[in-house]
Each structure stands twice: as structure tokens, then as C-alpha cells.
């Protein structure tokens, strides 16, 4: 099917472990995105990616790392996951300025 | 600073038009506006953009002040399921969306 997949959809990890989301989109948009969700906060910008290769910074990119050697997939990885990174986690990518498409999200839960 | 103003939330009957207003002040001649929702336990959804003109799609319309300071996201008819949060957004470079705290829409029955 045609869009853009999170997964896991919910995940429960430990202080201190390593995690990585997921997401894989099949449009072959050249922008994706990662964004978290707290309640008020918003959405935040976390990382962001303009093609395969080039990553840059967001509004909140500590504690986080990125990839994306190919188009379609832009993993995030908590290298060592903390209590604060507790959040709703959604990916998204984007075919033209403005027009974005989201991800279902990612329900992550640090314990 | 690139964010937008929205009032924090509104509340508007099923089957009656519901007008949902953004002050963005600091919009350049070039920034599109545009208008996201996002429903419960879901990622956002693109709505609407416009530059100028008033706009129209098969989900709402946009109608944008001639200063451009201020524009209205109007759905002509609200149902249930337009309960959602809307958020009013300008790009900032690099085409990401930078979203601030959106207006929670209640839909009564």
C-alpha cells in the first residue's frame, strides 16, 4: 500500500537502552521528517532530511540520531534511551513545500 | 519567530459552519499559509494553503486577509468528525512545518 509506516506503532524500553522507530514511506519523497509529541509542547521538530545523505538538525535533535541511506527509509535512533524522551513520535515525509504526510506514530514509553 | 497565534479552542454545533482564525503577523510576501488537523490518536493531515486568494478544496475553505496578516480556515459544514486540533502553519526554510498549539475544535451533536 502506498504511504508512509511507522513502526512499532508502541514500545516500552529501559532507561539507558538503545532504540530505533522506523519509518518507510513509497512516494519517494525527497524530504522526510521526525517529529515528537508532548502534551504542551506540541508538535517539535526533531530531524529532518532533505534527500538521501543530507540530515539536519531540528528544534530538539539531543539525545537523537538519524540516518538515511536510502530515500524511502528515515530511521531515528534514542542511543540511549531517558525518561524525558517518553513522547509520541511521528515520521513524515513531503512532496512539494507545505503539503506533508504523517505517519500513524509511534507510541514510545521510557521506563 | 515563524509561529502563528490561534485561540487555544472553540466549540461549534454538528451542521453549522465553524470559523477557525490565525493571526500571522510576521508572514512574508512569499509564505504560503497553511492549515493542518490533526484527529484524535493520528498524525496530522494537510487541509489547505493559499499565498493570496481565498481557497477551496473538497474539505474546507481558506480565506486569507488582504494584508495577509490574518487568515480563516471555514468548514461550511462541521460534523463530528471535524473534531480535531487545527493548527495554522508557515514554513520555516528547508520546507519544514513549525507547529505551534493549534485550536482544539469541539463539534456538539
Known amino acids: 500500500d502506498a504511504g508512509i509506516t511507522q513502526s512499532p506503532r508502541y514500545k516500552i524500553t529501559e532507561t539507558g537502552r538503545q532504540v530505533t522507530l522506523m519509518c518507510h514511506q513509497t512516494?519517494?519523497?525527497?524530504?522526510m521528517f521526525w517529529y515528537r509529541q508532548d502534551l504542551g509542547h506540541g508538535l517539535r521538530l526533531i530531524y529532518y532530511s532533505a534527500a538521501a545523505d543530507i540530515t539536519d538538525k531540528g528544534e530538539v535533535p539531543d539525545g537523537y540520531v538519524v540516518s538515511r541511506s536510502k530515500t524511502e527509509n528515515f530511521p531515528l535512533t534514542l542511543e540511549s534511551a531517558t525518561r524525558s524522551q517518553t513522547s509520541v513520535y511521528f515520521c513524515a515525509s513531503t512532496p512539494r513545500v507545505g503539503e506533508a504526510f504523517f505517519g500513524q506514530g509511534t507510541r514510545l514509553t521510557v521506563v | 519567530d515563524a509561529k502563528t497565534t490561534q485561540p487555544n479552542s472553540m466549540e461549534s454545533n454538528e451542521e453549522e459552519p465553524v470559523h477557525l482564525p490565525c493571526n500571522h503577523s510576521?508572514?512574508?510576501?512569499?509564505?504560503?499559509i497553511h492549515w493542518y488537523r490533526q484527529l484524535p490518536s493520528q498524525g496530522p493531515e494537510y487541509v489547505i494553503h493559499g499565498l493570496t486568494s481565498n481557497v477551496n478544496n473538497r474539505m474546507a475553505s481558506l480565506a486569507i486577509a488582504e494584508d495577509r496578516k490574518s487568515s480563516t480556515l471555514i468548514l461550511h459544514r462541521a460534523t463530528l468528525r471535524d473534531a480535531a486540533v487545527y493548527y495554522c502553519?508557515?514554513?520555516?526554510?528547508?520546507?519544514?512545518?513549525?507547529f505551534g498549539q493549534g485550536t482544539r475544535l469541539t463539534i456538539n451533536p
Open positions: 502553519i508557515k514554513i520555516q526554510g528547508a520546507q519544514k512545518l513549525v
Open positions: 510576521t508572514i512574508s510576501g512569499t509564505d504560503y
Open positions: 512516494w519517494s519523497h525527497s524530504y
